[in-house]
Structures are given as structure tokens and as C-alpha cells.
């Protein structure tokens, strides 16, 4: 069955601070990964998606993420994170002929000034 | 505003009540899904449809739940006899077939008493 774990609950990082997130996935065949980040009040927005070629996928707001199948990981990085970037992350993967969404439990970040 | 909209965006109600949300996707999309998000985790996969055809429901979607989408435009997720479990954000989106984006509305919480 298709499930997508995200390891870190919570996360604190210093404004300016990297960052990464990680996400593993269990698929069984070539997967279409996606990130999403949630804001309080506001609805789920795509940050980036993978469905094939170069591994390392560029995103919105200055996000990237990188698949690697034999890790079976697409975690998400950015360089120098703002505060504006406090938010909660999720990974999905696409899955069956519906395009439904498997979900991982988000990773809630916080930024410290 | 082209976006996926979601009425009502609050709903508090009382425990047994029947309550009714919608979904207006976006123009020509022809897939829709419902997804219910509850606290601290990842949305869960509820329906889908294309155009007007129901297509899968998870076993999450009790008998007590009911989804339509009559014209192949909008949808309407009703609960009947709510229960205080089903408080959560229920979440709506759309995409075109094909397509490989789903694009989200900013969901009805819904809170049973």
C-alpha cells in the first residue's frame, strides 16, 4: 500500500537558517511526488511536484526538493529561511488511476527571529 | 476569483444535526475530490468524482456520508446525524483530467457540539 512518512513533527530553525525537511515514500511504481504548505486560515498550496526526469525540482518561494528512488526520499530544502515561511509542510504522493493523494502527517514549522 | 471556493468556511453544529458543505471548483475542471483534515495530521482521501460520475469512496466515507456533484460543476458533501468525530476541515479540490496539479480550497471546519 502506498503511505508517505514524514519523520519530523515539529521544527524550529533561526530566520536565515537552511533548512530541510524529510519525506519517505512507499510506492511501487514510479512515483509523482508532491509538497505542500499550509498557512493558519489558508488552503493547501503547491510548493513543487516531481513526476520525472532531473531529481532535483525547483519550487515556489525559493523551495527546492530532491528525489532519490533508492532512498525512496523527496525531502525539501531551502537555503535561508524567512519567518514568513512559519507554516505547516506536507508530502503526497499521487496515487491509482483517481489521482488521489496519500498524505504525510506534516512537518509544523516554526521560525525564530 | 477563479479559485476553488468553499462555502460555509465555519459550521458549528449540534451532535445529530444534518449538515450539508459545498464545493465550487474551478471552471472546466472536470475531477474533484474530498479530503478531511483533522488536527495535526495530513488530509485523508474521502471521494472522488469525474465530471459527474462518483468514481471511488474510501471506507472512511460512512453510510452516513453522502457526496454529489449533479451537473458535473459543483459539489455537495452532506453528514447526516453528525457526531462529534466528525468535527474536522473538510477539503475540496479540483484538476483537470490529465492534468497534474490538484488545486485546493481553503476548506469548511466543521465543529460538532
Known amino acids: 500500500a502506498q503511505s508517505v512518512t514524514q519523520p519530523d513533527i515539529h521544527i524550529t530553525v533561526s530566520e536565515g537558517a537552511s533548512l530541510e525537511l524529510r519525506c519517505n515514500y512507499s510506492?511501487?511504481?514510479?512515483?509523482?511526488l508532491f509538497w505542500y504548505v499550509q498557512s493558519p486560515g489558508q488552503g493547501l498550496q503547491l510548493l513543487l511536484k516531481?513526476?520525472?526526469?532531473d531529481t532535483l525540482v525547483q519550487g515556489i518561494k525559493g523551495f527546492e526538493a530532491e528525489f532519490k528512488r533508492s532512498q525512496s526520499s523527496f525531502n525539501l530544502r531551502k537555503p535561508s529561511v524567512h519567518w514568513s515561511d512559519a507554516a505547516e509542510y506536507f508530502c503526497a504522493v499521487r496515487a491509482g488511476n483517481n489521482r488521489k493523494l496519500i498524505w504525510g502527517l506534516g512537518t509544523s514549522l516554526a521560525v525564530n527571529p | 476569483d477563479t479559485g476553488v471556493s468553499q462555502n460555509p468556511r465555519h459550521k458549528i453544529t449540534k451532535r445529530g444535526q444534518n449538515v450539508t458543505f459545498r464545493c465550487d471548483p474551478i471552471?472546466?475542471?472536470?475531477?474533484l475530490y474530498w479530503y478531511r483534515q483533522t488536527l495535526g495530521q495530513g488530509p485523508e482521501f474521502l471521494t472522488y468524482f469525474q465530471n459527474e460520475a462518483q468514481l471511488e469512496k474510501s471506507r472512511l466515507l460512512s453510510d452516513r456520508f453522502s457526496a454529489e456533484r449533479p451537473k458535473g460543476s459543483f459539489s455537495t458533501l452532506e453528514i447526516q446525524r453528525t457526531e462529534q468525530g466528525d468535527s474536522a476541515m473538510y477539503l475540496c479540490?479540483?484538476?483537470?483530467?490529465?492534468?497534474?496539479?490538484?488545486?485546493f480550497g481553503q476548506g469548511t471546519r466543521l465543529t460538532v457540539v
Open positions: 510506492y511501487g511504481a514510479t512515483p509523482y
Open positions: 479540490a479540483s484538476s483537470l483530467l490529465g492534468d497534474t496539479e490538484a488545486f
Open positions: 516531481y513526476f520525472s526526469g
Open positions: 471552471s472546466e475542471h472536470n475531477r
